[in-house]
């Protein structure tokens, strides 16, 4: 019988660790005041397979940021202050979330909401949100334009159409007219960055939307931190199912690995299946891309929200890509420009890629994988 992916996260780890809290802030709290160091230090520290059998367990979830399920469990010493971990953990993602989101905007921080409403004026901005600016430009030409964070206007077309299908109005497809002219304000040339300044500035109805790169990055320095912290032997980090993180070793499976289940796009949205098992190693991230979490469907068509560029439509070449490597954040966003190509297109990219395999699920069904990817993984297909 299959199991959920949300099963397999809970229990298929089968840990005997039952020493569970939720420890949150009371209030908000920033990231400087919460943790010690800095992103730039915990990502210089060196990744330990530190063993945690015997340890004690503890969880938290959060539900505030990025419009998703943010869930972790971390492996301690008793003498741990696990509430101040808790603390910074919450503390990056908020931080990250209100730098990062479009749709909101709060006191004092210059965000894609306040950026994109007050074009042609140069916004000084955190750090962390200029890195992620940069990093995705960089990656719009090393994805041959796959991943472009300016489609922003395209994919609002787009959003209203899911929206009013989804709340009982009509469910249509954008018209081609409307798709075009959203499409005149896309470009990543129409964001200018000022590396020595720190600013960002946007043309004239350009718009930044990271949803793409967010979260990835927010993944990224959690996974920073908790590998830096001297007590937390290991931890699996889960950050709305589509970016997973396990660092050490798994407590009572003798070969050490984490096994984790792959989301059947194919089974129902409210009870997920695996087509597929993986185990993974300490210090290994796996990112998700799929057509099956938000979607409305036109005429028995299914149109997703990852766009093509290219197209102005939902890509239509697979159900879902799998990536597993070392980095959440590149993972993150290779899996969505992988996603937009074609299966022989996204497998031969992804042999070309230092540190990182895949496996797809083809529209047919049809289980796809890079080379060597089943032995590495230890890969079982699951059977109905």
């Known amino acids: 019988m299959k199991k959920t992916f949300f099963l397999w996260l809970t229990l298929g780890f089968v840990f005997f660790l ?3 809290v939720d420890p949150t802030p009371s209030g908000p709290i920033t990231m400087l005041e919460a943790c010690e160091g800095s992103p730039d230090l915990w990502r210089e520290a060196p990744d330990l397979n530190r063993p945690t059998a ?12 990025f419009d998703t399920s943010l869930s972790l469990s971390i492996f301690v010493e008793d003498e741990a202050d696990v509430e101040a971990i808790f603390a910074c953990t919450e503390a990056i993602y908020r931080h990250i979330h209100q730098i990062a989101t479009r749709y909101t905007g709060f006191d004092g921080v210059n965000n894609p909401y306040y950026i994109n409403q007050h074009p042609d004026v140069d916004h000084e901005i955190d750090p962390l949100l200029f890195e992620m600016i940069a990093l995705a430009i960089e990656y719009y030409t090393l994805t041959d334009g796959l991943f472009d964070v300016t489609l922003g206007p395209v994919l609002d077309v787009w959003g209203d159409a899911l929206t009013r299908c989804n709340e009982g109005g009509p469910c249509e497809v954008p018209s081609s007219d409307a798709l075009e002219a959203a499409q005149a304000f896309v470009g990543v040339d129409r964001v200018i ?24 990055f927010a993944a990224r320095v959690v996974g ?11 931890f699996i980090l889960n950050a ?27 089974s129902r949205p409210f009870l997920p299946e695996s087509f597929a098992r993986v185990s993974l190693l300490s210090n290994t991230n796996m990112m998700t891309s ?15 929200h990852i766009l093509d560029p290219r197209t102005l439509e939902p890509s239509n070449t697979m159900r879902a890509i799998t990536i597993v490597g070392d980095d959440a954040l ?5 899996a969505t420009a992988l996603f937009i190509m074609t299966v022989d297109e996204a497998l031969a990219r992804l042999e070309s890629l230092e ?16 080379e060597g990817f089943s032995e590495r993984f230890l890969l079982e297909i699951v059977d109905d």
Request: charged share 20%; glycine share 16%.
């Open 18 to 20: 039952q020493a569970c």
């Open 54 to 65: 015997g340890l004690d367990r503890y969880n938290q979830t959060l539900t505030s940021y």
């Open 193 to 216: 960055l000022d590396e020595a300044a720190q600013t960002v500035r946007l043309e004239e109805g350009a718009s930044l939307d990271l949803g793409g790169i967010g979260k990835g």
């Open 224 to 234: 920073d931190f908790l590998n830096a912290h001297n007590d937390v032997a290991g």
């Open 240 to 266: 709305g199912t589509s970016n997973i993180e396990v660092n050490g070793i798994h407590p009572v499976r003798d070969n050490g690995r984490w096994v984790i289940g792959l989301t059947d796009p194919a």
């Open 290 to 304: 799929g057509d099956y979490q938000r979607y409305f469907t036109v005429d028995g068509v299914r149109y997703h």
């Open 330 to 334: 590149i993972g993150d966003i290779w």
């Open 355 to 370: 540190g990182y395999h895949g496996i797809i699920y083809g529209l047919d069904g049809t289980i796809y994988t890079t």
